[in-house]
């Protein structure tokens, strides 16, 4: 299918590696124009250089960009114009107690995975609607439903980014710009990957055997019975990118490998 984004420019944030690094691949093999941001300079450089090599005919650009560091993300915002795609999917996570929760990590988690979406889309989105033509997506997960106990602070951040982009589509009505939200369920991303290593090394299972008993503990209804990949997220997300599909706005569609039962959306 052609999902017309030829000659389309899209920014991805947090895009050197995992789901962001997915979407970007699936935008620049529809010939969109992708900028992708990473928070450290030489691996936004190394993942520019993958993706050319991939896509030696696609237009790609790198900006290096700490969402935690308000200066970066003003530099960050003053280079970008006339962006047809936002895909806010940048976001950090840990596994952490309740009662451990310090006052500065709800703030650090907080500028990171929702108000890196809200200045991007205050930065971007007046100039979509003029042109009457855009799309927002953010990249949630099902933690903002279904709240972790061991990481409710992170769960907070991504309820949070589901009523932003519900909010933001109001903003949207009667024009051809959209603003959706992707419900990701537990993927294996490089972040991910790394800390079920660690926990499989201290254990001393192997690693498949650590993915398989997660998946159990934590989504046990779950249809798909393992880990999602970063491009079966990537997938949807290049559809909503799509004039395609114009008819969806305001949504929050599920990724998440189907049977969450306390899903509401």
């Known amino acids: ?130 042109k009457n033509s855009g799309r927002i997506i953010f990249i949630s997960s099902e933690s903002g439903v279904n709240i972790p106990g061991n990481m409710i602070h992170y769960g907070m951040t991504k309820a949070s980014m589901m009523a932003v982009s519900n909010g933001l589509s109001k903003l949207t009505k009667g024009t051809e710009v959209t603003v959706n939200t992707i419900l990701g369920g537990p993927t294996y991303s490089d972040g991910v990957a790394a800390t079920i290593e660690h926990i499989a090394s201290l254990q001393n299972i192997e690693v498949e055997q650590m993915k398989s008993a997660i998946i159990q503990q934590t989504n046990p209804d779950s249809l798909l019975q393992r880990f999602i990949n970063p491009d079966e997220i990537s997938s949807l997300a290049a559809y909503l990118s799509s004039p395609l599909s114009i008819a969806t706005n305001g949504s929050c569609l599920r990724a998440d490998g189907g049977g969450f039962k306390n899903c509401l959306i």
């Open 1 to 130: 299918m052609n999902l017309k984004l030829e000659g389309k420019k899209a920014f991805i944030s947090g895009s050197t590696q995992g789901i962001g690094f997915a979407i970007a691949q699936q935008l620049l093999n529809e010939k969109a124009e992708v900028i992708i941001n990473g928070r450290n300079e030489e691996k936004t450089n190394l993942a520019v250089q993958k993706l050319k090599a991939e896509f030696p005919d696609a237009i790609v650009s790198g900006i290096k960009a700490d969402f935690s560091n308000k200066e970066e993300v003003s530099n960050l915002l003053s280079k970008l114009d006339n962006i047809d795609i936002l895909i806010n999917n940048v976001g950090i996570f840990e596994l952490k107690a309740f009662e451990d929760i310090q006052e500065e990590d709800w703030y650090k988690i907080f500028d990171i995975n929702v108000m890196s979406g809200i200045l991007l889309s205050q930065k971007l989105l007046p100039k979509m609607l003029e």
